[in-house]
């Protein structure tokens, strides 16, 4: 509840739960005090299909005393657990903090076995067969749902077996990468290039680099305007780790190829985010993480080659 601006919605809960509960006490109130004068027979002389007759008896005590117990457990449930809008309750429980606290046991228990990975570098890890089988289910809780569980990605989401990155692929940076994410941000350019007719010329010049299918004429024409993305992409094209920019001669296209989808990237711009995993995760578990990781990109295409 406290996502919301206002604490409307938090009150409004609150009044409805215990409206509920005083309603029910009140029905059993208004219940137990009403009268109906009996018949001789003890009915109330209501009948229904002709010989379907409404006894005149009171609600059982036992039923009585099991509803005002439950009325009393809910407000003492509510009193003490969250429940009434964003009321934590007086014994501050909460999922979150149970999570947590799993999650610290959880870790605190296998910290025996981390150890025997952290003492290795990110190379070694990443050929230890226990290590690279923890790493693997590290990667499908908590990476597959973007680079997909064969971790070749899909579109706006990087292939992490080809090689290609754009951050750098050494150790210590896919370490860092995995730890504090990365933003990635390419502004609208099309202002910076010119005309239409200029941003459709760029876009030849830049399937040129690649060796792409493109217009030669247009790809002469936009070499001159690229020079408004050579700032972050480099002169020749092959991009800038330090600032994230992509490679734009080696035929991967990480938003898209063709024509249409780099004219849309020069148009619009870009915005991507890798989340961190720091909050998630604890630094051992980064550590076998990031050789599983580097491992896809450098052991499997050698293993592949023999």
């Known amino acids: 509840m406290s996502d919301f601006k206002s604490n409307f919605w938090s009150v409004y809960v609150a009044a409805v739960t215990l409206g509920g509960i005083l309603a029910c006490l009140l029905l059993l109130w208004i219940a137990s005090r009403k009268k109906v004068a009996a018949t001789a027979d003890n009915t109330t002389g209501h009948v229904w299909d002709e010989d379907l007759r409404e006894m005149n008896n009171p609600l059982p005590l036992w039923w009585v ?156 024409l936009g070499k001159a305007k690229f020079g408004a993305c050579a700032a972050c992409h480099g002169a020749d094209g092959k991009g800038n780790q330090a600032l994230g920019s992509a490679n734009l001669t080696d035929d991967i296209w990480l938003h898209g190829y063709g024509e249409a989808a780099i004219i849309n990237m020069i148009n619009n711009g870009k915005t991507n985010q890798m989340p961190a995993q720091a909050e998630k995760l604890t630094a051992a578990q980064i550590h076998v993480l990031a050789s599983y990781v580097w491992g896809m990109s450098n052991l499997a295409p050698a293993a592949a080659a023999k």
């Not at 509510?78 to 959880?106: C, H, I, Q």
């Not at 690279?132 to 899909?154: P, T, V, W, Y």
């Open 65 to 220: 005393g099991l509803f005002i117990i439950t009325v009393v457990f809910g407000l003492g449930y509510l009193t003490f657990y969250p429940g009434l809008g964003d009321f934590a309750g007086k014994l501050g429980w909460s999922t979150a903090n149970e999570y947590d606290k799993e999650v610290a046991k959880a870790n605190k228990e296998l910290e025996p076995l981390y150890a025997r990975f952290t003492s290795m570098s990110v190379e070694d890890a990443a050929k230890d067969p226990q290590a690279k089988a923890i790493g693997e289910r590290l990667f499908m809780n908590n990476c597959a749902q973007c680079h997909g569980s064969d971790a070749r990605g899909s579109k706006g989401f990087p292939n992490l077996t080809d090689g290609d990155w754009l951050h750098g692929g050494t150790p210590e940076k896919i370490t860092e990468t995995i730890t504090g994410g990365r933003i990635g941000n390419m502004p609208p350019m099309a202002a910076a290039v010119g005309t239409a007719d200029d941003v459709k010329n760029v876009a030849n010049y830049v399937l040129s680099l690649s060796g792409s299918p493109h217009d030669s004429l247009r790809a002469s």
